[in-house]
């Protein structure tokens, strides 16, 4: 069993960054997944990136290639995403997820909320001038 928490959100001009972070317990095994999704109002969870362990290989969504960097500290236990160049269409709730597998980059699962197990209860970023 695991407990993800979420923090850093905010709301921030376009143009500004953003560096999320979710504290987590408990354990996923020795191989797993760990993501970002978000949801912004009125649309379905969409996946953001991922990353895979042991390995450490990421994706990222097309929206957020190049702009956005997910992390991970094992010392801290913490995921990460920094998030650069935001725009307002980046505006959502934003969650972090584990999967308890270690999926490979073309397994279609890494990429939707049903493949993954734990859940934090989301993070609210809003980009606005």
């Known amino acids: 069993q695991m407990q993800l928490r979420e923090s850093g959100g905010g709301l921030v001009q376009p143009g500004e960054s953003l560096k999320l972070s979710c504290e987590y317990s408990?354990?996923?095994?020795?191989?797993?997944?760990m993501a970002w999704f978000r949801q912004a109002s009125g649309k379905e969870r969409e996946f953001v990136a991922f990353?895979?362990?042991?390995?450490?290989?990421?994706d990222y969504a097309g929206p957020v290639k190049g702009r956005f960097t997910i992390s991970r500290d094992s010392a801290r236990r913490t995921l990460y995403l920094q998030m650069n160049r935001l725009e307002p269409e980046d505006t959502a709730v934003y969650y972090c997820?584990?999967?308890?597998?270690?999926?490979?980059?073309?397994?279609?699962?890494?990429?939707?909320?049903?493949?993954?197990?734990?859940w934090g209860q989301g993070t609210q970023v809003t980009v606005s001038s």
């Open positions: 990353i895979m362990w042991p390995g450490s290989r990421t």
């Open positions: 997820a584990v999967s308890k597998r270690r999926y490979i980059i073309t397994d279609r699962r890494a990429y939707g909320e049903d493949g993954y197990d734990y």
């Open positions: 408990g354990s996923a095994g020795s191989q797993y997944t």
